[in-house]
């Protein structure tokens, strides 16, 4: 089945550590994106990314940080930097079209602080 | 700063009655516009898509396109208590991400 695979579902994160959310497609899809949602919120931008070894930061890129070496793999590293990092963390991934391209997400990692 | 406005609700509707959820954006170059459904915990699944002036039909679901009232709108016709959920607006012109909503919380009352 083609679809976006975001692993683990659950990470707990200690003070002073980076962690790393893993986003894998099987879409073919040329752009992949990173949310994060609070509760009761939107979602807000946080990387995106159109092509291999390119990516674009979003409206709360600072704290993150993204690779995408591979068409298929986009990661997200929450840094120790980001203060309060604890949401509801959401990939997506599309085509990179002029227009009419919808983006479809992964299940999606919740993220807590111990 | 391009944005998208709904009312965050919750929009109470009884079982069998017609929800309307609507959605006002602020970038008039915008071409495409999309409605999401996101169960609580869950991720956002896309439900329909439309592109031009007017309706687009999709079994329950209509979505309405008004271009020159920077306006889209969703109805859902008989409701029922599993369309109890957030729904998402979105937006984009061209080659550039989504621009989302902060989404309209539906509860269909059985």
């Known amino acids: 089945d083609g679809g976006i695979t975001q692993s683990p579902k659950y990470l707990f994160r200690k003070e002073g550590q980076n962690v790393t959310l893993s986003c894998e497609q099987n879409?073919?899809?040329?752009?992949m994106y990173w949310y994060r949602q609070d509760p009761g919120q939107g979602l807000r931008l946080i990387y995106y990314?159109?092509?291999?070894?390119?990516?674009q930061k979003g409206d709360i890129a600072e704290g993150y940080s993204v690779s995408r070496e591979k068409k298929e793999s986009f990661p997200l590293t929450v840094t120790s930097a980001q203060k309060n990092p604890t949401a509801f963390y959401l990939c997506?991934?599309?085509?990179?079209?002029?227009?009419?391209?919808?983006?479809?997400f992964g299940d999606g990692t919740r993220l807590s602080i111990l | 700063q391009k944005e998208v406005e709904q009312n965050s609700g919750p929009l109470s509707v009884p079982e069998g009655a017609i929800a309307s959820l609507n959605c006002t954006y602020s970038?008039?170059?915008?071409?495409?516009f999309f409605w999401y459904r996101q169960y609580s915990g869950k991720s956002p699944e896309l439900i329909m898509s439309i592109y031009s002036n007017g309706d687009k039909e999709d079994g329950r679901f209509t979505a309405q396109l008004n271009k020159a009232s920077q306006y889209v709108s969703l109805l859902i016709r008989d409701s029922q208590p599993s369309d109890s959920a957030t729904y998402l607006c979105a937006c984009n012109s061209g080659n550039t991400p989504l621009v989302f909503g902060k989404g309209t919380r539906l509860s269909v009352i059985a």
């Open positions: 990314s159109q092509i291999v070894n390119d990516f």
């Open positions: 879409l073919n899809h040329d752009a």
């Open positions: 997506a991934s599309s085509r990179w079209d002029r227009e009419r391209v919808p983006q479809h």
């Open positions: 970038d008039r170059g915008s071409q495409s």
